[in-house]
Protein backbone atom coordinates (compact mmCIF):
# COMPACT_ATOMS: atom_id res chain seq x y z
CA UNK A 1 0.00 0.00 0.00
CA UNK A 2 1.45 3.37 -0.99
CA UNK A 3 1.31 5.84 1.92
CA UNK A 4 0.88 9.07 0.83
CA UNK A 5 2.19 12.50 2.15
CA UNK A 6 -1.08 12.82 3.62
CA UNK A 7 -0.97 9.73 5.31
CA UNK A 8 2.36 10.42 7.20
CA UNK A 9 1.52 13.88 8.39
CA UNK A 10 -1.39 12.13 10.00
CA UNK A 11 0.43 9.53 11.14
CA UNK A 12 2.69 11.83 13.06
CA UNK A 13 -0.18 13.88 14.19
CA UNK A 14 -1.52 11.32 16.06
CA UNK A 15 1.83 9.85 17.14
CA UNK A 16 2.22 13.66 18.91
CA UNK A 17 -1.31 13.23 20.30
CA UNK A 18 -1.40 9.90 21.45
CA UNK A 19 2.32 10.84 23.29
CA UNK A 20 0.33 14.05 24.39
CA UNK A 21 -2.59 11.74 25.84
CA UNK A 22 -0.66 9.00 27.35
CA UNK A 23 1.29 12.35 29.38
CA UNK A 24 0.69 13.42 32.70
CA UNK A 25 0.78 16.81 31.78
CA UNK A 26 -2.52 16.90 29.80
CA UNK A 27 -5.43 17.90 31.97
CA UNK A 28 -5.98 17.41 35.98
CA UNK A 29 -5.95 14.34 38.09
CA UNK A 30 -9.56 13.30 38.27
CA UNK A 31 -10.00 11.36 41.62
CA UNK A 32 -12.30 8.35 42.14
CA UNK A 33 -14.90 10.68 43.69
CA UNK A 34 -14.81 13.78 41.34
CA UNK A 35 -16.00 11.05 38.62
CA UNK A 36 -19.67 11.02 38.93
CA UNK A 37 -20.72 13.20 36.23
CA UNK A 38 -18.09 11.50 34.08
CA UNK A 39 -19.72 7.60 34.96
CA UNK A 40 -23.25 9.16 33.46
CA UNK A 41 -24.33 7.03 30.40
CA UNK A 42 -24.27 10.86 28.29
CA UNK A 43 -20.83 11.36 28.75
CA UNK A 44 -19.16 7.77 27.47
CA UNK A 45 -18.84 7.66 23.75
CA UNK A 46 -21.08 4.44 23.04
CA UNK A 47 -24.24 6.77 22.96
CA UNK A 48 -27.52 5.04 22.09
CA UNK A 49 -26.08 1.62 20.17
CA UNK A 50 -29.02 0.79 18.19
CA UNK A 51 -29.16 4.71 16.41
CA UNK A 52 -25.50 4.34 15.99
CA UNK A 53 -25.70 1.18 13.80
CA UNK A 54 -28.46 2.56 12.06
CA UNK A 55 -27.11 5.95 10.94
CA UNK A 56 -23.24 4.46 10.25
CA UNK A 57 -25.12 2.26 7.94
CA UNK A 58 -27.20 4.86 6.06
CA UNK A 59 -24.04 7.29 5.99
CA UNK A 60 -21.82 3.96 4.78
CA UNK A 61 -24.84 3.26 1.56
CA UNK A 62 -25.17 6.69 0.68
CA UNK A 63 -21.23 8.22 1.32
CA UNK A 64 -17.39 7.07 -0.03
CA UNK A 65 -16.16 7.43 3.93
CA UNK A 66 -17.09 5.08 6.91
CA UNK A 67 -15.74 3.91 9.59
CA UNK A 68 -13.19 5.41 12.14
CA UNK A 69 -15.10 4.65 15.83
CA UNK A 70 -14.33 1.34 16.01
CA UNK A 71 -14.00 -2.39 15.09
CA UNK A 72 -16.10 -4.98 13.46
CA UNK A 73 -18.79 -4.66 12.04
CA UNK A 74 -20.68 -6.54 9.20
CA UNK A 75 -19.86 -6.46 5.70
CA UNK A 76 -23.09 -4.81 2.98
CA UNK A 77 -23.58 -4.81 -0.68
CA UNK A 78 -23.82 -1.20 -0.85
CA UNK A 79 -20.00 -1.30 -2.13
CA UNK B 1 -28.14 4.11 -23.91
CA UNK B 2 -28.07 1.39 -21.21
CA UNK B 3 -30.63 0.71 -18.44
CA UNK B 4 -29.71 -1.42 -15.89
CA UNK B 5 -31.72 -2.40 -12.69
CA UNK B 6 -30.20 -1.07 -9.85
CA UNK B 7 -31.99 -2.72 -7.21
CA UNK B 8 -31.60 -1.93 -3.48
CA UNK B 9 -29.16 -4.18 -2.34
CA UNK B 10 -25.55 -2.57 -3.56
CA UNK B 11 -27.29 0.70 -3.73
CA UNK B 12 -28.53 1.31 -0.31
CA UNK B 13 -30.59 -1.48 0.88
CA UNK B 14 -28.18 -3.65 1.96
CA UNK B 15 -26.02 -1.26 2.96
CA UNK B 16 -28.02 0.05 5.25
CA UNK B 17 -29.56 -2.19 7.69
CA UNK B 18 -27.99 -5.50 6.83
CA UNK B 19 -24.75 -5.55 8.47
CA UNK B 20 -25.58 -2.66 9.89
CA UNK B 21 -27.40 -4.16 12.00
CA UNK B 22 -25.30 -6.93 12.20
CA UNK B 23 -22.59 -5.49 13.90
CA UNK B 24 -22.73 -7.87 16.03
CA UNK B 25 -18.99 -7.56 16.31
CA UNK B 26 -18.66 -4.36 16.31
CA UNK B 27 -17.02 -3.02 19.26
CA UNK B 28 -16.84 0.80 20.24
CA UNK B 29 -13.55 1.85 21.25
CA UNK B 30 -13.59 2.36 25.14
CA UNK B 31 -14.49 -0.33 28.10
CA UNK B 32 -15.89 0.25 31.64
CA UNK B 33 -16.87 -1.79 34.43
CA UNK B 34 -19.20 -4.09 34.56
CA UNK B 35 -22.59 -3.28 34.02
CA UNK B 36 -24.94 -4.05 36.82
CA UNK B 37 -27.52 -4.60 35.32
CA UNK B 38 -29.10 -5.90 31.92
CA UNK B 39 -30.61 -3.82 28.98
CA UNK B 40 -33.42 -5.01 26.28
CA UNK B 41 -34.12 -2.11 23.61
CA UNK B 42 -36.38 -2.28 20.56
CA UNK B 43 -36.08 0.28 17.51
CA UNK B 44 -37.49 1.07 14.26
CA UNK B 45 -36.83 2.97 11.57
CA UNK B 46 -38.37 4.19 8.54
CA UNK B 47 -36.12 5.85 5.98
CA UNK B 48 -36.78 7.40 3.02
CA UNK B 49 -34.22 9.30 0.21
CA UNK B 50 -34.97 11.23 -2.71
CA UNK B 51 -33.97 13.08 -5.96
CA UNK B 52 -35.63 16.07 -6.95
CA UNK B 53 -38.70 14.87 -8.29
CA UNK B 54 -38.09 11.57 -7.55
CA UNK B 55 -39.06 9.38 -4.46
CA UNK B 56 -36.49 6.55 -4.07
CA UNK B 57 -35.60 4.19 -1.69
CA UNK B 58 -37.24 3.65 1.43
CA UNK B 59 -36.75 1.09 4.16
CA UNK B 60 -38.79 -0.03 6.98
CA UNK B 61 -35.77 -2.01 10.08
CA UNK B 62 -36.43 -2.96 13.34
CA UNK B 63 -34.25 -4.16 15.83
CA UNK B 64 -34.00 -5.89 18.93
CA UNK B 65 -31.31 -6.27 21.24
CA UNK B 66 -30.54 -8.00 24.50
CA UNK B 67 -27.39 -7.29 26.84
CA UNK B 68 -26.71 -9.19 30.34
CA UNK B 69 -24.52 -9.71 32.64
CA UNK B 70 -23.42 -13.12 33.98
CA UNK B 71 -20.91 -14.59 36.28
CA UNK B 72 -19.68 -11.90 38.16
CA UNK B 73 -17.58 -10.21 35.28
CA UNK B 74 -19.05 -11.25 31.80
CA UNK B 75 -21.50 -9.83 29.49
CA UNK B 76 -23.30 -10.94 26.58
CA UNK B 77 -24.85 -8.80 24.12
CA UNK B 78 -27.21 -9.81 21.13
CA UNK B 79 -29.04 -8.13 18.39
CA UNK B 80 -31.24 -8.94 15.68
CA UNK B 81 -32.98 -6.71 12.62
CA UNK B 82 -35.45 -7.60 9.78
CA UNK B 83 -35.29 -4.75 7.47
CA UNK B 84 -37.50 -4.32 3.68
CA UNK B 85 -36.19 -2.58 1.11
CA UNK B 86 -38.99 -1.16 -1.46
CA UNK B 87 -38.59 1.49 -4.07
CA UNK B 88 -36.21 2.17 -6.75
CA UNK B 89 -32.59 3.01 -6.16
CA UNK B 90 -31.36 6.62 -6.38
CA UNK B 91 -30.30 7.98 -10.11
CA UNK B 92 -26.47 8.15 -9.67
CA UNK B 93 -27.04 9.65 -13.41
CA UNK B 94 -29.49 10.30 -16.16
CA UNK B 95 -28.00 6.92 -17.97
CA UNK B 96 -28.57 4.68 -15.10
CA UNK B 97 -32.14 3.64 -14.66
CA UNK B 98 -33.98 2.31 -11.58
CA UNK B 99 -35.63 -0.44 -11.53
CA UNK B 100 -38.49 -1.29 -8.68
CA UNK B 101 -37.06 -3.46 -5.97
CA UNK B 102 -38.15 -5.41 -2.76
CA UNK B 103 -35.81 -6.82 -0.94
CA UNK B 104 -35.92 -8.38 2.97
CA UNK B 105 -32.93 -8.69 4.90
CA UNK B 106 -31.98 -10.91 8.12
CA UNK B 107 -29.20 -10.05 10.27
CA UNK B 108 -27.78 -11.26 13.64
CA UNK B 109 -25.17 -10.76 15.78
CA UNK B 110 -23.59 -12.27 19.56
CA UNK B 111 -20.40 -10.54 21.95
CA UNK B 112 -19.11 -11.47 24.73
CA UNK B 113 -17.24 -8.90 26.93
CA UNK B 114 -14.86 -9.91 29.78
CA UNK B 115 -14.27 -7.54 32.35
CA UNK B 116 -11.23 -7.16 34.22
CA UNK B 117 -9.22 -5.08 37.08
CA UNK B 118 -7.29 -2.86 34.62
CA UNK B 119 -9.68 -3.32 31.24
CA UNK B 120 -11.76 -5.47 29.10
CA UNK B 121 -11.44 -8.29 26.24
CA UNK B 122 -14.34 -8.24 24.09
CA UNK B 123 -15.53 -10.97 21.12
CA UNK B 124 -18.00 -10.48 18.25
CA UNK B 125 -19.66 -12.70 15.92
CA UNK B 126 -22.01 -11.17 13.10
CA UNK B 127 -24.30 -12.51 10.42
CA UNK B 128 -26.25 -10.54 7.62
CA UNK B 129 -28.16 -12.36 4.61
CA UNK B 130 -30.41 -11.15 1.88
CA UNK B 131 -31.02 -12.73 -1.20
CA UNK B 132 -27.84 -12.01 -2.95
CA UNK B 133 -25.57 -10.84 -0.19
CA UNK B 134 -23.92 -13.30 2.53
CA UNK B 135 -21.60 -11.27 5.47
CA UNK B 136 -19.73 -12.99 8.07
CA UNK B 137 -17.53 -11.07 10.49
CA UNK B 138 -15.44 -11.75 13.68
CA UNK B 139 -13.83 -9.27 15.84
CA UNK B 140 -11.83 -9.08 19.41
CA UNK B 141 -10.84 -6.19 21.36
CA UNK B 142 -8.62 -5.65 24.04
CA UNK B 143 -8.83 -2.08 26.52
CA UNK B 144 -6.28 -1.59 29.19
CA UNK B 145 -6.40 1.16 31.81
CA UNK B 146 -3.89 3.03 33.71
CA UNK B 147 -4.23 2.68 37.41
CA UNK B 148 -6.15 5.75 38.25
CA UNK B 149 -8.35 4.48 35.19
CA UNK B 150 -7.88 8.07 33.77
CA UNK B 151 -6.41 6.80 30.53
CA UNK B 152 -7.87 3.70 28.53
CA UNK B 153 -5.71 2.17 25.73
CA UNK B 154 -7.93 0.14 23.03
CA UNK B 155 -6.80 -2.34 20.12
CA UNK B 156 -8.89 -4.52 18.32
CA UNK B 157 -9.30 -6.29 15.07
CA UNK B 158 -11.71 -7.81 12.47
CA UNK B 159 -12.34 -10.11 9.89
CA UNK B 160 -15.12 -9.70 7.61
CA UNK B 161 -16.15 -12.13 4.49
CA UNK B 162 -19.12 -11.57 2.42
CA UNK B 163 -20.12 -13.17 -0.56
CA UNK B 164 -21.40 -10.91 -3.69
CA UNK B 165 -24.10 -12.07 -5.94
CA UNK B 166 -26.18 -10.50 -8.55
CA UNK B 167 -30.00 -10.98 -8.76
CA UNK B 168 -31.87 -11.13 -12.33
CA UNK B 169 -34.98 -9.22 -11.05
CA UNK B 170 -36.31 -10.12 -15.30
CA UNK B 171 -37.27 -13.92 -13.92
CA UNK B 172 -39.61 -14.48 -10.93
CA UNK B 173 -38.73 -15.03 -8.57
CA UNK B 174 -34.97 -13.48 -9.52
CA UNK B 175 -32.41 -16.12 -9.68
CA UNK B 176 -29.01 -15.02 -8.27
CA UNK B 177 -25.71 -15.42 -9.67
CA UNK B 178 -22.83 -15.33 -7.53
CA UNK B 179 -19.88 -13.05 -8.60
CA UNK B 180 -17.21 -12.81 -6.35
CA UNK B 181 -16.69 -12.72 -2.69
CA UNK B 182 -14.15 -10.26 -0.59
CA UNK B 183 -12.17 -10.25 2.87
CA UNK B 184 -11.25 -7.55 5.05
CA UNK B 185 -9.08 -7.07 7.81
CA UNK B 186 -9.72 -4.55 9.85
CA UNK B 187 -6.98 -2.81 12.99
CA UNK B 188 -7.71 -0.06 15.67
CA UNK B 189 -5.75 1.64 18.01
CA UNK B 190 -7.99 4.24 20.40
CA UNK B 191 -6.54 6.08 23.61
CA UNK B 192 -9.27 7.98 25.69
CA UNK B 193 -8.05 10.35 28.62
CA UNK B 194 -9.86 12.00 31.61
CA UNK B 195 -9.27 15.77 31.15
CA UNK B 196 -11.11 17.01 33.97
CA UNK B 197 -14.20 15.89 36.03
CA UNK B 198 -16.73 17.28 33.28
CA UNK B 199 -14.23 16.38 30.12
CA UNK B 200 -13.41 13.13 28.50
CA UNK B 201 -11.65 12.84 24.69
CA UNK B 202 -10.64 10.18 22.50
CA UNK B 203 -8.20 9.30 19.78
CA UNK B 204 -8.96 6.57 17.34
CA UNK B 205 -6.84 5.51 14.29
CA UNK B 206 -8.05 2.60 12.11
CA UNK B 207 -6.98 0.49 9.58
CA UNK B 208 -8.61 -1.72 6.54
CA UNK B 209 -7.33 -4.06 3.99
CA UNK B 210 -10.12 -5.06 1.81
CA UNK B 211 -9.38 -7.82 -1.35
CA UNK B 212 -11.68 -9.34 -3.59
CA UNK B 213 -14.70 -8.40 -5.39
CA UNK B 214 -15.51 -4.73 -5.00
CA UNK B 215 -17.18 -3.77 -8.07
CA UNK B 216 -21.35 -3.04 -8.08
CA UNK B 217 -22.41 -5.68 -10.05
CA UNK B 218 -25.52 -3.72 -10.82
CA UNK B 219 -24.37 -0.25 -11.88
CA UNK B 220 -23.54 0.31 -15.97
CA UNK B 221 -19.54 -0.24 -16.80
CA UNK B 222 -18.57 -0.43 -13.17
CA UNK B 223 -15.26 -2.02 -12.88
CA UNK B 224 -13.42 -0.99 -9.17
CA UNK B 225 -9.43 -1.95 -7.94
CA UNK B 226 -9.53 -5.56 -6.46
CA UNK B 227 -7.72 -3.78 -2.86
CA UNK B 228 -9.63 -1.26 -1.16
CA UNK B 229 -7.31 0.49 1.75
CA UNK B 230 -8.48 2.62 4.41
CA UNK B 231 -7.26 4.81 7.44
CA UNK B 232 -9.64 6.55 9.58
CA UNK B 233 -8.38 9.01 11.96
CA UNK B 234 -10.84 10.00 14.61
CA UNK B 235 -11.01 12.30 17.45
CA UNK B 236 -14.26 12.72 20.17
CA UNK B 237 -14.72 15.16 23.09
CA UNK B 238 -17.71 14.76 25.36
CA UNK B 239 -18.46 18.01 27.61
CA UNK B 240 -20.62 18.60 30.36
CA UNK B 241 -21.60 22.18 31.14
CA UNK B 242 -22.52 22.21 35.12
CA UNK B 243 -24.53 25.60 34.65
CA UNK B 244 -27.23 23.81 32.24
CA UNK B 245 -26.71 19.93 33.22
CA UNK B 246 -25.89 19.28 29.42
CA UNK B 247 -23.64 17.58 27.39
CA UNK B 248 -22.23 18.21 24.14
CA UNK B 249 -20.78 15.93 21.51
CA UNK B 250 -18.29 16.79 19.51
CA UNK B 251 -16.25 14.50 16.58
CA UNK B 252 -14.04 15.08 13.60
CA UNK B 253 -13.02 12.21 11.28
CA UNK B 254 -10.34 12.24 8.59
CA UNK B 255 -10.65 9.21 6.21
CA UNK B 256 -8.57 8.40 3.42
CA UNK B 257 -8.20 5.53 1.08
CA UNK B 258 -6.18 3.78 -2.01
CA UNK B 259 -9.26 4.81 -4.29
CA UNK B 260 -7.85 8.25 -3.35
CA UNK B 261 -10.78 9.62 -1.82
CA UNK B 262 -10.71 12.03 1.64
CA UNK B 263 -12.78 12.66 3.43
CA UNK B 264 -13.30 15.33 6.25
CA UNK B 265 -16.68 14.20 8.59
CA UNK B 266 -17.83 17.09 11.90
CA UNK B 267 -20.32 16.08 13.91
CA UNK B 268 -21.83 18.06 16.59
CA UNK B 269 -24.83 17.48 19.29
CA UNK B 270 -26.09 18.75 22.34
CA UNK B 271 -27.73 16.78 24.50
CA UNK B 272 -30.24 19.14 26.72
CA UNK B 273 -32.32 17.89 29.77
CA UNK B 274 -35.97 19.43 30.57
CA UNK B 275 -38.65 18.97 33.54
CA UNK B 276 -40.18 15.58 33.75
CA UNK B 277 -37.87 13.05 32.90
CA UNK B 278 -37.27 14.40 29.19
CA UNK B 279 -34.06 15.25 27.10
CA UNK B 280 -34.05 17.03 23.50
CA UNK B 281 -31.00 15.91 21.21
CA UNK B 282 -30.16 18.81 18.69
CA UNK B 283 -27.48 17.23 15.84
CA UNK B 284 -26.09 18.86 12.82
CA UNK B 285 -23.33 16.76 10.45
CA UNK B 286 -21.18 18.03 7.66
CA UNK B 287 -19.34 15.92 5.57
CA UNK B 288 -17.08 16.89 2.61
CA UNK B 289 -15.51 13.89 0.19
CA UNK B 290 -13.41 14.11 -2.42
CA UNK B 291 -13.74 11.88 -5.63
CA UNK B 292 -12.18 8.54 -6.22
CA UNK B 293 -9.45 8.91 -9.29
CA UNK B 294 -11.75 6.28 -11.09
CA UNK B 295 -14.64 8.21 -10.91
CA UNK B 296 -15.93 9.75 -14.14
CA UNK B 297 -19.06 12.32 -14.71
CA UNK B 298 -20.96 11.26 -17.50
CA UNK B 299 -20.14 12.10 -21.05
CA UNK B 300 -22.12 11.97 -23.98
CA UNK B 301 -19.14 11.92 -26.38
CA UNK B 302 -17.64 8.99 -24.54
CA UNK B 303 -20.53 6.91 -23.78
CA UNK B 304 -20.25 3.68 -23.67
CA UNK B 305 -16.75 4.43 -22.03
CA UNK B 306 -13.70 2.89 -23.70
CA UNK B 307 -11.69 2.48 -20.93
CA UNK B 308 -14.81 0.60 -18.91
CA UNK B 309 -15.50 -1.22 -22.39
CA UNK B 310 -11.76 -2.74 -22.67
CA UNK B 311 -11.95 -3.80 -18.62
CA UNK B 312 -8.20 -2.65 -18.54
CA UNK B 313 -8.48 0.65 -15.89
CA UNK B 314 -10.82 1.21 -13.05
CA UNK B 315 -14.32 2.57 -13.82
CA UNK B 316 -17.18 4.60 -12.08
CA UNK B 317 -19.74 6.79 -12.15
CA UNK B 318 -21.56 5.95 -9.26
CA UNK B 319 -22.27 9.76 -7.26
CA UNK B 320 -21.26 7.81 -3.94
CA UNK B 321 -17.21 8.00 -5.43
CA UNK B 322 -17.70 11.68 -6.64
CA UNK B 323 -16.51 14.84 -4.79
CA UNK B 324 -19.63 16.20 -2.80
CA UNK B 325 -20.70 17.85 0.88
CA UNK B 326 -23.45 16.74 2.86
CA UNK B 327 -25.21 18.69 5.61
CA UNK B 328 -27.85 16.48 8.53
CA UNK B 329 -29.85 18.20 10.91
CA UNK B 330 -31.23 15.86 13.42
CA UNK B 331 -33.15 16.35 16.50
CA UNK B 332 -33.83 13.61 19.07
CA UNK B 333 -36.39 13.41 21.95
CA UNK B 334 -35.59 10.75 25.18
CA UNK B 335 -38.27 10.49 27.85
CA UNK B 336 -37.62 8.58 31.29
CA UNK B 337 -41.21 6.68 32.06
CA UNK B 338 -41.64 4.60 34.74
CA UNK B 339 -39.95 1.13 35.63
CA UNK B 340 -36.75 1.90 34.25
CA UNK B 341 -38.27 1.97 30.60
CA UNK B 342 -37.12 4.83 28.59
CA UNK B 343 -38.76 6.27 25.04
CA UNK B 344 -36.77 8.06 22.22
CA UNK B 345 -38.08 9.44 19.16
CA UNK B 346 -35.89 10.99 16.45
CA UNK B 347 -35.63 12.73 13.05
CA UNK B 348 -33.16 13.41 10.77
CA UNK B 349 -33.23 15.25 7.33
CA UNK B 350 -29.61 14.88 5.07
CA UNK B 351 -28.98 17.13 2.19
CA UNK B 352 -25.37 15.93 -0.35
CA UNK B 353 -24.64 18.11 -3.25
CA UNK B 354 -21.50 18.44 -5.64
CA UNK B 355 -21.19 21.84 -5.01
CA UNK B 356 -21.29 21.74 -1.11
CA UNK B 357 -17.59 19.71 -1.86
CA UNK B 358 -14.93 21.61 0.57
CA UNK B 359 -11.78 19.55 -0.80
CA UNK B 360 -12.07 18.92 -3.86
CA UNK B 361 -14.40 19.44 -6.70
CA UNK B 362 -17.98 18.00 -7.35
CA UNK B 363 -19.75 16.38 -10.45
CA UNK B 364 -22.13 19.77 -11.69
CA UNK B 365 -23.79 17.09 -13.86
CA UNK B 366 -25.46 15.09 -10.67
CA UNK B 367 -28.52 16.16 -9.07
CA UNK B 368 -29.34 16.95 -5.22
CA UNK B 369 -29.73 14.01 -2.91
CA UNK B 370 -31.89 13.83 0.43
CA UNK B 371 -33.22 11.36 2.74
CA UNK B 372 -35.32 11.96 5.65
CA UNK B 373 -35.31 9.28 8.91
CA UNK B 374 -37.54 8.04 11.64
CA UNK B 375 -36.42 6.61 14.72
CA UNK B 376 -38.90 5.57 17.20
CA UNK B 377 -37.18 3.19 20.10
CA UNK B 378 -37.92 1.76 23.57
CA UNK B 379 -35.33 0.65 25.82
CA UNK B 380 -35.67 -1.43 29.40
CA UNK B 381 -32.93 -1.80 32.00
CA UNK B 382 -33.31 -5.25 33.93
Not at chain 1, 6 to 34: F, I, N
Amino acid sequence: MKITVMQKMMYALLLLLTLGLSGCSMGETVQPWDKAILARPEMTFEGDPLDTKYVEHIYSSKEAASGGAGVGGGGCGCN
Amino acid sequence: MKSVPTKKTHVLGAALFAAALALPSYQTAFAEATPEHGNVAFKYLNYKDSQPGNDRIGVNAITGSLMMPFAGTWTVSSSYTYDSVSGASPTHHDVVSSASIKETRNAGDLSFTKYLPNGSWAFGLSYSKESDYVSNGYSVQRSLSTEDKNTTVTFGGSYTTDTVGHNNYATNPPVNVEVGKKEIISGLFGVTKILSKVDIIQLNIGFSKGDGYFTDPYKSYDIRPKQRNITTLMARWNHHFENTDGTSHLSYRYYTDSYEVAAHTLTAEYLHPLPNHLTIIPSLRFSSQSAAYFYHPYSAADYPPADAVSGTMPYSMDQRLSGFGALTLGMKAEKKLASSWTADLKLEYYKQLPGWCINGSGDSQLKEFNFTSIQLGVSHEL
